[in-house]
């Protein structure tokens, strides 16, 4: 059973959001609020599977509590899904730096919204990194700003992850890394998920994060 709370500071969304997942087979809504503060408290005291949270709210915004969900050992095992309606890049890629899972739209169909929780459950990223490279690109192009936030070290990686780290960032799947690299896809998958153990990473979108921020990978490369 996929544990979920909702954060959203309009209830008619809320209400909406939660009835429908908790009449969804496999999950069950264990909570809701209304604005990031509570939504943070919930998470800590229920301790969900996912987060499902809007962007804009009063107090704390969804990318502030992605950010101190993803970074509270207790909650290691809590993924975040974001809500929102993809009108501003901005608020997408920061929300992906603090760790967010995914994104779903407000006027996703039913369907998609319970998958997208139970894709991000499973250790899935509703952004492949190849979708997630360009996104952050068409930021960083549009605001002609390459000041992006370094604090990813790569000190721990061997040569060989290095390269698995940049192929995932270019959108290469295992079995195009094994071949690039001339290694079975079963090392190829060994290594990009001991890459995501050494750097954190919840998924492999988040991979692509740490391959910007780390200045392993730049816009156009």
């Known amino acids: 059973m996929t544990t979920v709370i909702v954060v959203d500071d309009q209830a008619l969304i809320r209400t909406a959001v939660r009835d429908l997942l908790d009449a969804a087979e496999g999950i069950s809504v264990v909570g ?8 943070v408290d919930l998470a800590r005291r229920l ?3 996912v987060v499902v949270s ?3 709210m009063p107090r704390r915004d969804g990318i502030e509590l992605t950010a101190l969900v993803c970074a509270d050992p207790a909650l290691a095992e809590t993924r975040v899904l974001i809500l929102t309606t993809f009108e501003e890049d901005d ?10 899972s995914g994104f779903i739209g407000k006027g996703a169909e039913p369907d998609d919204i319970v998958r997208a929780v139970l894709s991000v459950h499973e250790g899935g990223a509703l952004l492949s990194p190849a979708a997630t490279r360009a ?6 192009r549009a605001t002609g700003s390459s000041d992006v936030p370094a604090p990813v070290s790569l000190d721990g990686l061997t040569d060989r992850e290095r390269e ?8 290469r799947s295992n079995d195009e890394i094994a ?3 001339y290694i079975s896809p079963h090392t190829a998958k060994t290594h990009v998920k001991n890459t995501m153990l050494k750097l954190g990473a919840h998924d492999r979108a988040q991979l692509v994060i740490a391959a910007y921020e780390s200045g392993l990978l730049t ?3």
């Open 32 to 39: 809701e609020a209304a604005d990031g503060d509570a939504g």
């Open 47 to 49: 301790r969900p599977d």
């Open 54 to 56: 809007d962007i804009r």
């Open 91 to 100: 608020y997408v890629v920061a929300a992906l730096r603090a760790g967010a």
């Open 135 to 140: 996104l952050i690109e068409k930021y960083v």
């Open 164 to 171: 698995v780290l940049l192929h995932v960032a270019r959108g």
């Open 179 to 181: 071949a690039h690299l």
């Open 219 to 221: 816009p156009g490369r």
